[in-house]
């Protein structure tokens, strides 16, 4: 089949070329320039609109195996598509845990049939997610994950955290971490501050997932490894990694649209549809993951 694609506004690595149409057969893109004058079965106005390349979701949740009333690979790769990301990787908290040869095999073989983007599993740091004993990293590359992480759970103890480094590192998978100390953020409902007083709620202090990236930045630096913070949701993690980076710390990290765009406030009324972890935080955190967005 083939696609003519019109008048479009391209950004790649040189920037936004406009008002040039894309020739595209059998899937693959065969000429890029102005006033393309070959005929196609079909053919699409871009006039206006922006053409990039697909974009990559390095943290979405899948929940197949397990849980696939909230999400699977059909479902989940197809919203991808429909956003315009071709590549997906998928945390390890299904059930059973993405721990193992067999349920890697499972999720790559299930997405080669059903997906309709790439999918690229993640396996879990420890066995069952539990922050005890590591997993089978070695194997469950072989098995196709893309890096390691205990998504939804913390490593807990900075000696298992700090094994986790090394030990991934020698198969060059990188560790995502979920940074939240579970002892301070005793089983809270929402951000600890004035709205949470004023609901009646269990608050979880914004130094449950601070001091985590604290401690996990100082890992990365003390072994030398590179670390990924998962989510990062305040100001002072954002200063943290921030500082980090201009010390030469291999840290990166991530955010969520939530956190630079909804606060603490999205939970007046007890609206469940804003119970998140990490929670939504306040203006002055919101302020500052736009600023950390901005310079890097």
């Known amino acids: 089949m083939s696609i003519l694609i019109k008048n479009a506004n391209i950004i790649n690595a040189k920037g936004i070329e406009k008002n040039l ?5 059998n899937q693959i893109i065969k000429e890029i320039k102005k006033n393309i004058k070959l005929e196609a079965e079909r053919v699409i106005d871009a006039k206006g609109l922006y053409v990039l390349p697909g974009l990559v979701d390095a943290h979405c949740h899948l929940r197949d195996p397990g849980y696939e009333y909230k999400e699977d690979i059909i479902s989940g790769s197809k919203s991808a598509a429909k956003g315009g990301f071709t590549s997906i990787a998928c945390m390890p908290n299904t059930n059973p845990v993405v721990d193992n040869f067999a349920v890697v095999t499972y999720i790559v073989e299930k997405a080669k049939k059903e997906a309709f983007v790439n999918v690229y599993p993640i396996g879990a740091v ?30 807990m ?14 198969f060059n998978l990188l560790v995502i971490s979920h940074c939240e100390d579970l002892d301070l953020a005793e089983e809270g409902s929402m951000n600890e501050g004035f709205m949470s007083t004023k609901l009646g709620l269990r608050g979880i202090p914004s130094a449950a997932e601070s001091v985590m990236v604290a401690r996990d930045v100082l890992l990365s630096e003390y072994t030398g490894i590179p670390v990924h913070i998962a989510h990062v949701s305040t100001k002072s993690s954002v200063e943290i990694i921030r500082n980090a980076k201009k010390n030469g710390v291999k840290v990166t990290c991530e955010t969520c649209p939530h956190y630079f765009t909804l606060t603490e406030e999205a939970c007046e009324g007890y609206d469940t549809n804003a119970k998140m972890n990490p929670p939504l935080r306040t203006q002055e955190d919101v302020e500052a993951i736009i600023e950390g967005l901005k310079d890097g």
Do not use: C, R
């Not at 986790?164 to 590192?169: C, E, G, M």
């Open 21 to 25: 149409d894309i020739l595209i057969e």
């Open 126 to 155: 420890t066995k069952g997610q539990k922050g005890e004993e590591l997993a089978e990293m070695g194997i469950m590359k072989e098995a196709g994950i893309v890096a390691v992480s205990d998504d939804g759970m913390p490593v």
């Open 157 to 170: 103890k900075p000696s298992v955290m700090k094994k986790a480094l090394i030990y991934a590192n020698q």
